[in-house]
């Protein structure tokens, strides 16, 4: 990429002539490269900034003597990048036993970088062994790392010439000097690969091998897979093989990012590499189109229609994620069904048509759960996949209006008591809420101000517990006689002991009554007192209708009544 102008002097005397030089493109103006020199080349690659590789330049020239100068010459119109002269690569050799490797570095540029101008550029590689030219052989190669020559006699001496083949130019470059180096030893003969085979889906491409660890003892074992088209193979000129996979631990290699055409057939091959050692290599002839496997559906929908059915299928898919259908033209798909529950009893098989991606199942019984499994078919060439898991699905139908009826019945039921329960939840609340804070039950205003309680206070007191009754109660026995009537025509009946223990109860403790009373102590006597007062009296009134109680506010504390209780304690009783 060096823009260099020569010339030749023109006839006569030359001794004292002077040139200018100027370059120009058929867009932009001279640059002037060189002035009053007596040379008879100008560089031009000093303008490498306003220079492009893919730019058409002319140059042009003139002589001058004094203020004499003659007329400008012009040169043809070059482009850098298909006239320039590529230079010779440079070129290293390494031995590694029976092996020689490669290594290849390409000529700087003045503009830009080898690389950037011709990315597709090739290396054609002649060697020989020493004192055989004529016995030399070539193979052609485009990898930039390193490059290997193998099956060479070992402790011989091999010499190497590397040219450089760049589309876009129209000559290729200058073949390097010949470097010549010796190999050394035999090659250590290792085990190769056994059990070599390919596991492919769609356009997924792995080959895997299987290989003894026991015949070797050391842990430097790698392997290496290439693969080639099998046109190169058969073609007189010797390709290089393309690197899949180099000096891997694993025992697996992908192909799937080496974008072989589905149509193509190539040889993959695969060695095992120790140290400098290499096993032979074990080849295996592929194609796509033949010996790759297809996938089933990459998606199954289902969606009822009534008693229909319909089944919406995507095609398997790529490592690109786009459809088989662009590699396999007449790609169809087997669909299987059955009712659910029949012991997988296959209804009715159906093809379907490749151009479609829906198909309708019909005359399907309504209500009833369908199972449906696909899979993908290829006639030309012959390919069946796998069938996709089962997809099930329970079909339509028109709904009676008795069960239409029903489930509203249904529902009005459940929304009805869901309703009702919710009323009565919330008045149990309102009324615990309303009784717990507004009782309708007030307390006296007595039993509300405790603070004014006490054995001082006219203000009864509820007595707490059981001890506290008995500091303020003694018991007292009361033996009963005959109850005479003052009226002469009735008797009233006699009081019960029960009574008279009461009312005697009552006397004894006069002044701690009101406190006693509302504790409630001898409460339940005074009842069952009442009671049998009230029964004896309609005894009485039923034989006579004259009786006359006999007033207990006449007698007299001094009297000496048959009671053998004072008034007060009897009207304690009757209260």
């Not at 010439?161 to 180096?181: D, F, M, R, Y």
């Not at 615990?432 to 804070?437: K, L, S």
């Not at 007292?476 to 019960?496: D, Q």
Request: proline content about 6%; hydrophobic content about 35%.
């Amino acid at each position: 990429m060096n823009l260099v102008l020569r010339w030749d002097s023109p006839e006569g005397d030359t001794n004292d002539l002077l040139y200018t030089a100027e370059c120009k493109t058929s867009v932009r103006m001279c640059h002037v490269g060189c002035v009053n020199i007596s040379t008879h080349e100008c560089d031009f690659s000093s303008l490498s900034t306003s220079l492009s590789v893919y730019g058409s330049y002319i140059a042009r020239v003139r002589a001058q003597r004094g203020a004499e100068s003659s007329s400008w010459v012009e040169s043809k119109p070059i482009t850098l990048e298909s006239d320039t002269v590529i230079g010779s690569p440079n070129v290293l050799l390494f031995s590694n036993g029976a092996t020689i490797e490669i290594a290849i570095k390409e000529p700087a540029f003045a503009i830009s970088d080898f690389r950037s101008v011709y990315s597709t550029a090739t290396y054609n590689i002649t060697y020989w062994k020493d004192g055989q030219n004529k016995k030399a052989r070539s193979i052609s190669s485009d990898r930039r790392n390193r490059m290997f020559l193998n099956d060479l006699e070992p402790w011989s001496k091999y010499c190497v010439q590397v040219q450089i083949i760049a589309e876009g130019n129209t000559k290729p470059s200058k073949l390097s000097s010949p470097v010549c180096e010796s190999t050394t030893s035999v090659r250590t003969e290792l085990p190769p690969p056994q059990n070599v085979a390919l596991i492919t889906l769609n356009t997924n491409y792995t080959l895997k091998w299987d290989w003894d660890e026991t015949t070797s003892k050391s842990r430097d074992v790698s392997f290496s897979a290439e693969y080639m088209p099998i046109y190169k193979l058969k073609s007189k000129i010797i390709h290089n093989w393309s690197v899949a996979c180099d000096n891997s631990p694993s025992k697996s290699c992908d192909f799937t990012g080496c974008n072989l055409h589905y149509l193509g057939s190539y040889m993959l091959r695969v060695r095992t590499n120790e140290n400098s050692s290499h096993s032979d290599w074990v080849e295996k002839e592929f194609c796509p189109d033949k010996h790759a496997a297809i996938g089933p559906p990459s998606k199954v929908e289902l969606a009822p229609a009534e008693n229909n059915l319909d089944v919406y299928i995507s095609p398997p898919l790529t490592s690109s994620n786009l459809s088989m259908k662009a590699k396999l033209s007449k790609l169809y798909y087997y669909i299987v069904y059955w009712e659910h529950g029949v012991d997988k009893q296959v209804l009715q098989p159906q093809i379907v048509n490749s151009n479609s991606n829906m198909v309708t199942l019909p005359d399907l019984k309504p209500w009833t759960w369908y199972c449906v499994r696909v899979q993908s078919r290829s006639d030309i060439p012959n390919k069946i996949s796998k069938f996709d898991f089962p997809h099930c699905i329970q079909t339509e139908g028109i709904i009676p209006w008795w069960q239409t009826s029903l489930y509203f019945l249904g529902s009005l039921m459940i929304g009805g008591s869901t309703v009702l329960l919710l009323v009565f939840i919330l008045f149990s609340c309102y009324k615990t809420f309303n009784a717990t804070f507004y009782p309708l039950i007030q307390l006296p205003p007595f039993f509300q101000k405790s603070h004014l309680d006490g054995l001082g206070s006219d203000i009864p007191c509820l007595l707490s517990m059981e001890s506290e009754a008995e500091g303020f109660c003694d018991k007292v026995t009361i033996c009963a006689k005959p109850m005479e009537c003052h009226s002469p025509s009735s008797k009233v009946p006699p009081m019960s002991p029960l009574c008279l223990e009461a009312a005697s109860s009552g006397r004894n403790s006069h002044q701690d009554r009101r406190r006693i009373r509302d504790s409630g102590v001898n409460a339940t006597e005074g009842r069952k007192c009442q009671q049998q007062q009230q029964q004896q009296l309609n005894n009485s009134q039923s034989s006579s209708d004259d009786f006359d109680l006999v007033k207990m506010h006449n007698l007299t504390p001094g009297h000496n009544s048959q009671f053998g209780i004072t008034v007060e304690g009897v009207i304690d009783l009757c209260v």
